[in-house]
């Protein structure tokens, strides 16, 4: 009986280790089918093309308008405006702003990871982040790939933990950017545009849905459902109430800035402004900033449309105070670039 008994407790642990080989053998052929290269779909680069045709020829409707009413050409009506800028005090308060956004951006990531992942520095993480704002030239949620590759490469944790969590981030950032903008809608609603008084329709449907994400994470509604067993989706099965909390709380130092400094640098480009004027523009005005178009059109776009009594001086505003920030974070990434590439193929 005794014998039998071995016999079958040995085929069973057989049987085991080969299904866990198979298993493993099919997670691994899975990966393989996941990360095969895919044929690019165009038409998402087809609809922001368009979008960016689009605000160009706005641009340049409103400018030429504007520029007619002065009895001007375009060239020379905005040669006026951009040599009424006061440059130098600009050019300092964007550089000091830029390093300030830096370190915040660092200090949210370096959280970030240490919650869900790895107890990483913070030191360790500013050549990552700093490197990842090249490529952020092109587009924000490709530098964030790029980190999580970064990460794979130099601390060994999988890819898809890093993307988990820059996927977390960028679910925080849209939830944070809504926050502020539902604050400045309270405190700014008289004075909006129209548009905005869809602001309180919008934050409680945000509110209810991050309710409810947060429910389904936790498993209180849907509980047998497997979506949110996917990998991907680690931090989130992971994120308490607090993590969205801290994250809103780490990052609002850099919106809070932004304001104070778009506020002065509207006035360098002899536009009145106020800081509750603008507390609820700028989130709109990043959302904007975020979509992939050339030069940040839509971002520039939406301060013609937000101020358009000044058409010529948003314009201007627009286009250097994005572009110069993009620019001079990739700057900052140059710097660490070579301890970033010691580091990624030491």
């Not at 913070?122 to 092109?138: E, G, N, Q, T």
């Not at 490709?142 to 933990?161: H, S, T």
């Not at 903008?181 to 945000?206: K, R, T, Y």
């Not at 940040?296 to 286009?319: H, Y």
Request: glycine share 6%; with cysteine.
């Amino acid at each position: 009986m005794s014998e039998k008994t071995e016999a079958d407790t040995q085929d069973t642990e057989a049987n085991e280790t080969g299904n866990t080989e198979t298993a493993a053998a099919e997670t691994e052929g899975t990966e393989a089918k996941v990360q095969a290269p895919k044929k690019q779909n165009p038409i998402g680069r087809v609809i922001f093309l368009a979008i960016t045709a689009a605000c160009f020829a706005y641009l340049y409707y409103r400018l030429n308008g504007a520029a007619a009413r002065e009895s001007l050409p375009l060239t020379e009506y905005m040669s006026q405006v951009f040599a009424n800028v006061a440059w130098v005090p600009w050019l300092g308060l964007m550089i000091g702003y830029s390093l300030f956004y830096f370190l915040v951006d660092t200090l949210v990531v370096t959280r970030a990871l240490n919650w869900f992942l790895a107890d990483i520095k913070y030191k360790d993480i500013l050549p990552i982040r700093a490197s990842a704002y090249i490529i952020s030239i092109f587009n924000e949620q490709i530098g964030k790939g790029a980190m999580a590759y970064y990460l794979n490469k130099r601390d060994q944790i999988p890819g898809w933990e890093v993307g988990s969590v820059m996927l977390f981030i960028m679910f925080c950032e849209i939830f944070y950017l809504l926050i502020w903008a539902s604050i400045g809608f309270v405190f700014g609603g008289a004075d909006l545009p129209e548009a905005f008084q869809l602001m309180p329709v919008i934050s409680v449907c945000a509110a209810i849905f991050l309710v409810l994400w947060l429910l389904y994470f936790n498993g209180t509604i849907l509980p047998n459902n497997s979506f949110r067993e996917k990998r991907i989706l680690h931090a989130f099965r992971l994120a308490k109430p607090w993590h969205y909390i801290s994250f809103f709380l780490l990052r609002s130092p850099a919106l809070l800035a932004a304001v104070i400094v778009y506020t002065t640098a509207l006035n360098l480009f002899g536009v009145e402004a106020s800081f509750l004027n603008l507390l609820p523009f700028l989130p709109v005005i990043f959302f904007a900033a975020a979509v992939p178009t050339p030069m940040r059109a839509a971002a520039i776009t939406f301060w013609v449309i937000l101020f358009p009594e000044n058409e010529g001086q948003m314009a201007a505003f627009g286009f250097v105070q994005h572009n110069f920030f993009i620019l001079f974070n990739a700057a900052i990434g140059l710097v660490f670039w070579r301890r970033a590439q010691r580091e990624l193929f030491a």
